[in-house]
């Protein structure tokens, strides 16, 4: 072994023959999403030239798609592992307004209560997801039927909570977490990176995250195999709950109150930017990376449109192509 | 060129060559049917038989040869046209639509309608009614699929096949699910149909069947043509013999006679659901204990419970003298159990999932290293796999979905071997690979056994069990029959005890 990795050594080819044979290997079937994202970087750099290239749009950008990237995040596990969860946008507003009153109860000048919240808001989150999980597992109820379910109840409940109004923060540093920056960058962007970076080690380096794949691609194969099946397609919705109580979080602390009407939809961004970003939708198969991409490539088509002077109203539209022209390009790579 | 030779041949398969991936699995096989007969096609497991069925169906297209309908081709391009030339097959399992109702099943595809595109229900369930009523089994149109009995479902099916006016029909292994009073119903009815004119080709493997039933038969095995012989001059005993007959001295390494004494694993009274009812045996240290049976017989079914994949409603379990109680598969491997399943692709690799990958699944806590998988450990040990077992792979890194059955299979015993097992079950182990992989396993099984491991082999395939196993446990709807040892392991004492015709003077029985 080692003698054979010597003899590598000294023919080691110099850096420019290294580069040119990373290009004759490149695959673009396996790198479509970076390709993809290369073009509407491209794209919509010509079309919002040249606001689109300052860094007070990009860093507004990455701070748009951060709250649902954050989710999309957890939502890539849930996807690879064959479900799918409907109730993140109701979550994220339910954990932040819950959120809200926990940390209405702390003293209110605090830099230690908003810790305390944001931890609440993570937990809390997770115990959100945990119940989705145990519906989808031990009760065996389909995952798109079991979170439309449970989306109806989140959403219900904190307007039941609410008021079907805001829920207000008397905390005076609370907004200190959604507005803040950190070596120029907003906090939630911060947030979106670091917990992409981990997630991206869970799925490639540990044991779970094998599973979660191995799970999603084939179920019986998994049991077969003396893997934990319901324990591992549990988790991902935990890990989801916890990426929803971060995002809520983020958003209830970035205008220090939560609307009952808040986060309405972000579970379609969120899955969206899972789909852009090239995991399959029958699971087993995808990149955290990739879903990162995903949502920063959406929230670039939204900026160009804004710069383009396109009407608002089309946006949707545009990324309803988007998310079409991702799932065909799949298809056709299957096949 | 012999057209007007076979004029008699309703149909004829003409030097039929099938291929999948490479893997040959029907060789040059020209079978004629006459016009108005039973013909019986009988074969072992793999044999070819449902290859060929599908050819003629229009499922799969022949690699070479044709087809020929009444002396002249026909390209059967799919089920469609295979319908329309009149040959209709009545599937193992049923192609009903359990939430349906009974006549909107016999015209699903062939709907009657009204002027205006509605649906004619009143002449579809008379029509029906009628079909069912020929046959003499009056079943009620309206009723669910759901609510219907096994048999019922299987009349059902037939039904639908005739009222498209099949000359031919094909029944796939009809009377595996069926109980010994249906099967007569059923034999009755093909006698019936028969007098009307209609050609049946009748797949099983059941010995006493064909000779029951059919005028001629067909010996397929290993995907060639054997023999096609007049059932009147022929017994069961030649028919048994064409199945299995191969030189395997070739193909299986010498047969270890020593095993030890130990008793490793010891299953008593073992019964689970309807598939496995109060089986008992024992594996004794560094031995290859054989299961032989037909499809369907319980084998899989016993090792499943004993690895913690169906419910233990009764029986127990001793490894080593321990009693032991296992519930989940994790539970099983932790007691140093493997089982190979028979479903390879189902429930055996990750056909996306890479070479490492694949190995690592179930000892993936061993490549750990602070919670991260060593994937450099996991590529280092899979390489060593690759070579030991003869892995053909273009990259380490493809997934295994572009592999040959064979080498998918080395990589999947490979993952079990890794899991350092005291006792691997091995069900079907050379299922669906070349002669050449097969033989190398063979090889693998009984290094295996060599270095201290028990193994059980699953297998349909006599010669398998002749040519590993030094003791055969024979089963047969669920129960153990017999166990066989030394010279008493023969194709004759294992289909005997297989089918249930007993020979008077076979010792072996346990019950």
Redesign the interface.
């Known amino acids: 072994m080692n003698e054979r990795s010597k003899t590598k050594e000294s023919v080691r080819p110099s850096i420019a023959t290294s580069v040119v044979g990373w290009f004759k290997n490149f695959k673009f079937s396996e790198h479509s999403t970076g390709m993809a994202f290369i073009l509407v970087f491209i794209l919509a750099s010509i079309v919002g030239w040249p606001t689109f290239l300052q860094t007070r749009n990009m860093t507004n950008i990455l701070r748009q798609v951060s709250y649902t990237g954050i989710i999309g995040l957890g939502m890539t596990l849930i996807i690879i592992s064959g479900g799918i969860d409907l109730s993140v946008g109701s979550m994220t507003a339910f954990v932040g307004g819950i959120t809200i009153f926990f940390l209405n109860t702390l003293p209110p000048n605090s830099h230690w209560s908003v810790l305390l919240a944001g931890v609440f808001a993570v937990i809390f989150g997770a115990f959100c997801g945990l119940f989705n999980g145990i519906l989808v597992t031990k009760g065996r109820i389909a995952p798109f039927i079991a979170t439309l379910g449970t989306m109806s109840i989140f959403r219900s409940l904190i307007q039941y909570f609410s008021g079907a109004g805001n829920i207000l923060s008397v905390n005076t540093v609370y907004s200190e977490v959604g507005t803040g920056r950190f070596l120029g960058l907003p906090v939630p962007v911060w947030m979106f990176f670091i917990i992409a970076i981990i997630l991206h080690v869970v799925l490639n380096n540990t044991r779970f995250g094998r599973y979660v794949c191995a799970v999603g691609a084939n179920e019986q194969v998994a049991r077969y195999s003396a893997v934990q099946v319901v324990k591992t397609r549990m988790i991902p919705y935990i890990i989801t709950g916890a990426t929803v109580g971060m995002t809520a979080l983020l958003w209830s602390s970035r205008l220090n109150s939560i609307n009952s009407s808040d986060c309405i939809y972000y579970e379609l961004d969120a899955i969206a930017a899972v789909v852009i970003g090239g995991t399959s939708m029958t699971g087993g198969k995808g990149t955290v990376i990739g879903t990162v991409l995903g949502a920063i490539m959406l929230g670039m088509i939204n900026n160009m449109l804004v710069l383009g002077g396109i009407s608002s109203y089309l946006q949707q539209a545009a990324k309803g192509l988007v998310i079409i022209a991702a799932v065909l390009l799949q298809y056709n790579k299957k096949n | 060129m012999k057209e007007n030779r076979n004029e008699s041949l309703i149909l004829q398969t003409r030097n039929i060559v099938k291929e999948f991936s490479g893997v040959r699995v029907l060789n040059d096989v020209t079978v004629g049917i006459r016009r108005g007969e039973i013909m019986g096609l009988i074969g072992e497991n793999g044999a070819g038989k449902s290859t060929l069925i599908k050819i003629i169906c229009g499922i799969y297209h022949p690699t070479l040869g044709s087809l020929a309908m009444n002396g002249s081709d026909v390209e059967i391009n799919d089920y469609i046209t295979a319908k329309r030339l009149g040959i209709a097959l009545v599937p193992q399992e049923f192609n009903l639509i359990n939430t349906l109702t009974v006549y909107e099943n016999m015209f699903l595809g062939n709907e009657m309608v009204v002027k205006g595109g509605l649906l004619d229900k009143r002449q579809m369930r008379e029509r029906a009614m009628v079909q069912l009523e020929e046959l003499g089994m009056p079943i009620d149109v309206n009723l669910r699929i759901s609510e219907l009995s096994v048999a019922e479902k299987q009349h059902v099916e037939i039904s639908k096949a005739l009222l498209l006016d099949a000359g031919i029909l094909i029944m796939d292994e009809p009377t595996t699910t069926l109980t010994g009073h249906e099967i007569k119903t059923l034999f009755a009815l093909m006698r019936q149909l028969k007098e009307q004119g209609v050609t049946i080709i009748f797949v099983s493997h059941k010995l006493q069947e064909i000779v029951t039933i059919c005028d001629r038969v067909t010996v397929l095995r290993d995907g060639n043509l054997i023999t096609i012989d007049e059932v009147s001059q022929i017994n069961e005993h030649d028919i048994a013999r064409k199945m299995i007959g191969r030189d395997f001295q070739q193909v299986f390494p010498a047969k270890k006679i020593r095993s030890g004494d130990d008793v490793v694993l010891k299953v008593e009274h073992l019964s689970s659901g309807k598939m496995v009812k109060d089986v008992s045996f024992e594996l004794r240290k560094g031995e290859i204990l054989g299961f032989a049976g037909l499809v369907g017989s319980g084998r899989t079914e016993t090792a499943e419970t004993v690895m913690g994949?169906r419910p233990v409603s009764h029986g127990s379990i001793t490894l080593a003298g321990k009693p032991v109680t296992i519930k989940?598969?994790?539970d099983?491997?932790s007691l140093g159990l493997g089982?190979l399943?028979e479903?390879r692709q189902?429930?055996?690799?990750?056909?996306?999932?890479d070479i490492p990958?694949n190995i690592t699944?179930?000892s993936?806590?061993e490549y750990?290293k602070r919670?991260?998988?060593d994937?450099r450990k996991e590529l280092?040990k899979s390489s060593r796999y690759v070579d030991k077992f003869n892995i053909v792979a273009a990259s380490m890194r493809m997934g295994l979905r572009y592999f040959s059955g064979g080498n998918q299979q080395k990589v999947y015993l490979a993952?079990w071997v890794d899991t350092d097992p005291q006792i691997l079950i091995l069900d079907e182990p050379t299922r669906g690979i070349d002669v050449n992989a097969k033989r190398e396993i063979y090889d693998f099984i009984h290094s295996l056994a060599e270095s201290g491991i028990s193994c059980i082999v699953i297998s349909s395939e006599m010669e398998e069990v002749m040519g590993l196993c030094s003791r055969v446990y024979v089963m047969r709807e669920g129960a153990v029959t017999g166990c066989l040892e030394g010279d008493r392991i023969s194709e004759e004492q294992i289909m005997f005890h297989a089918t249930g015709i007993h020979d008077t003077e076979l010792l072996g029985r346990d019950s």
């Open positions: 994949l989940t598969p994790r099983a491997v089982y399943s479903d189902g429930k055996g690799i990750v056909q996306d999932f990958q699944l179930i993936l806590g750990l919670f991260l998988i994937k280092e993952r």
